[in-house]
């Protein structure tokens, strides 16, 4: 199975704030990878597919990048409603594997 | 509007059975997999196994074959799934999700969760 790991586990921050987390997988997943936030009671949201593609809805101060084997999700002004635990997703083959979480929590 | 309603909370005993229903609406239900993903207490999310409503095909998680089995009826729009001899480390929050299907495969939605507890 492919290992996704994330980084960091979890994140202080305020709002305004620049915020970046990386996903690093155990081998090459071209470009298969998604991201989604999760808030505590609630199901998890898609923000970005295919690694850059932002899902229809979600704000543009999301965006996701990278190939290969290295992923970023920035949020470019960090928001009230953004402090959440947030997962990248590999889809390049089954089984599917989600990263352990980042937890943005507010400073 | 997409919908995926999913049945209420359940407390089991270890060793007994536990079904997980997932009623789908807003869209051709034979069109899309269903996968079920879970979340232990205080743990991330884990991939549990997909299903095909139009071929039943399934595909699960290598940890739990043998003990989950995952169903659909195309006439209730609703999938299920099964997870036998259960165990404590079972205890989760059991989502499902439709996947987009394709090259660009990712879940765009998810039912609201149904908590499995496994406690004696």
């Known amino acids: 199975d492919i290992q996704m790991t994330q980084s960091p586990s979890s994140l202080s921050a305020s709002v305004g704030d620049r915020v970046t987390i990386t996903c690093r997988a155990s081998?090459?997943?071209?470009?298969?990878l998604n991201w989604y936030q999760h808030k505590p009671g609630k199901a998890p949201k898609v923000l970005i597919y295919?690694?850059?593609s932002l899902q229809s809805g979600v704000p543009s101060r999301f965006s996701g990048s990278g190939s290969g084997t290295d992923f970023t999700l920035t949020i470019s002004s960090l928001q009230p409603e953004d402090f959440a635990t947030y997962y990248c997703?590999?889809?390049?083959?089954?089984?599917?594997?989600f990263g352990g979480g980042t937890k943005v929590e507010i400073e | 509007q997409v919908q995926l309603v999913q049945s209420g909370p359940e407390v089991k005993k270890p060793g007994a059975s536990v079904e997980v229903s997932c009623r789908a609406s807003?869209?051709?239900?034979?069109?899309?997999?269903i996968h079920w993903v879970r979340q232990a207490p205080g743990q991330g999310l884990e991939w549990v196994g997909w299903i095909s409503p139009n071929r039943d095909n399934t595909n699960y998680a290598q940890k739990l074959q043998g003990r989950v089995t995952m169903t659909t009826d195309t006439s209730t729009t609703t999938a299920y799934m099964e997870l036998t001899g259960l165990r404590s480390d079972d205890t989760a929050v059991y989502y499902c999700a439709r996947e987009t299907g394709g090259a660009m495969a990712y879940f765009d939605y998810w039912g609201q969760g149904a908590l499995v507890t496994v406690s004696s």
């Open positions: 081998q090459s997943i071209s470009r298969y």
């Open positions: 295919v690694a850059s």
């Open positions: 997703q590999q889809t390049y083959s089954t089984p599917t594997t």
């Open positions: 807003g869209y051709t239900f034979t069109n899309y997999r």
